[in-house]
T-cell receptor, first 116, second 108 residues
Framework: EPEVTQTPSHQVTQMGQEVILRCVPI?????FYWYRQILGQKVEFLVS????????KSEIFDDQFSVERPDGSNFTLKIRSTKLEDSAMYFC??????????????FGSGTRLTVV | GQNIDQPTEMTATEGAIVQINCTYQ??????LFWYQQHAGEAPTFLSY????GLEEKGRFSSFLSRSKGYSYLLLKELQMKDSASYLC?????????FGSGTKLNVKP
């Protein structure tokens, strides 16, 4: 079964540093998403991406965040200057089409970001 | 705003039946989804309801009442491996709003 893959599985970074989280969505999918989950809290929507642009973003997704699809396979989330409160699990997901979320997402296994 | 409520924690016995409730008040609604999440792992899709009524899927069933803003997930013949968090999520177009999750402890 096709999978969404994320790298790295765990990243530790110093406050103020830039980090890039990488995702390889399922190959024929067209919509891409990032969610985050702070330890012990709910899964929160960050951003959705389609046709090389952001289609929707939450209020969490401020100017420190950016997303990019640099080539035909990767989908990245960049945090420019990390803060302690950015420590969380970051999940990537993809769907074939907008309506295909009837089947729920397939999430990647996540990247645990620890900001020290 | 989006408000999705579910109990924080529940305990049940192996072989028993447990019902996890979820109430929601959201600005948009395109379906109610249930996910299972083991500690440190990604959520995995269990079931969804877009119309009122009961959907059955093996040991798992999910119910929806849109007029009441209410859903439940029913787990039958509980197994130890069912110990996990169960997340209620409301879909609004192509994004999801998640509840905080119900941690289910299954004891022998």
């Amino acid at each position: 079964e096709p999978e969404v893959t994320q790298t790295p599985s765990h990243q530790v970074t110093q406050m103020g540093q830039e980090v890039i989280l990488r995702c390889v969505p399922i190959s024929n999918h067209l919509y891409f998403y990032w969610y985050r989950q702070i330890l012990g809290q709910k899964v929160e929507f960050l951003v959705s991406f389609y046709n090389n642009e952001i289609s929707e973003k939450s209020e969490i997704f401020d100017d420190q965040f950016s997303v990019e699809r640099p080539d035909g396979s990767n989908f990245t989330l960049k945090i420019r200057s990390t803060k302690l409160e950015d420590s969380a699990m970051y999940f990537c997901a993809s769907t074939l089409g907008r309506t295909h979320t009837n089947y729920g997402y397939t999430f990647g296994s996540g990247t645990r970001l620890t900001v020290v | 705003g989006q408000n999705i409520d579910q109990p924080t924690e529940m305990t049940a016995t192996e072989g028993a039946i447990v019902q996890i409730n979820c109430t929601y008040q959201t600005s948009g609604f395109n379906g109610l989804f249930w996910y299972q999440q083991h500690a440190g792992e990604a959520p995995t899709f269990l079931s969804y309801n877009v119309l009122d009524g009961l959907e059955e899927k093996g040991r798992f069933s999910s119910f929806l009442s849109r007029s009441k803003g209410y859903s439940y997930l029913l787990l039958k013949e509980l197994q130890m491996k069912d110990s996990a968090s169960y997340l209620c999520a409301v879909r609004n177009f192509n994004k999801f709003y998640f509840g905080s999750g119900t941690k289910l402890n299954v004891k022998p």
